[in-house]
């Protein structure tokens, strides 16, 4: 089997970017139904997710093998780029789980997928599309 750079095999890095898409492509579906079938908010259920996360990195640093010469970074530094990537992932996901119950899970999702487009004009016309006219 051949391996990347960093040494895991290509198969187990495959299975964990489909074990990772599979994740993040039904968070908006699983936000509608518990939407749906509960009384938990945007922040509430973006809290339970990113806590539910940090519980399973957590496990899997305990359980994988320390690298044999870890690349140092000082920690002052360390700590402020995962804090400031982790206050990012959850600002998102809260806006984007609160745009699922207000708007849907289509709008919400076509609406992300569109404001990722590098120029403003179409992005602008693909919104003005997706919201009702007056």
């Known amino acids: 089997m051949s391996t990347t750079t960093s040494g895991l095999p290509v198969g187990r890095g495959l299975l964990c970017l489909i074990v990772a898409g599979v994740a993040w492509g039904t968070a908006g579906a699983a936000a509608s139904l518990v939407y749906r079938t509960g009384d938990m908010g945007p922040v509430a259920l973006s809290f339970w997710r990113c806590a539910a996360?940090?519980?399973m990195l957590l496990a899997v640093r305990l359980v994988r093998p320390r690298a044999a010469t870890p690349v140092r970074e000082p920690l002052g530094?360390?700590?402020q780029r995962t804090g400031v990537t982790g206050l990012g992932l959850a600002v998102f996901q809260t806006a984007y789980f609160a745009a699922v119950s207000t708007t849907g899970l289509a709008v919400a999702t076509v609406v992300?997928?569109?404001?990722?487009?590098p120029a403003p004009l179409p992005r602008r016309r693909a919104i003005r599309r997706l919201l009702p006219r007056e």
């Not at 992300?112 to 487009?117: G, N, P, Q, S």
């Open 53 to 55: 996360g940090l519980v």
């Open 112 to 117: 992300t997928l569109v404001a990722r487009f």
């Open 77 to 79: 530094r360390r700590a």
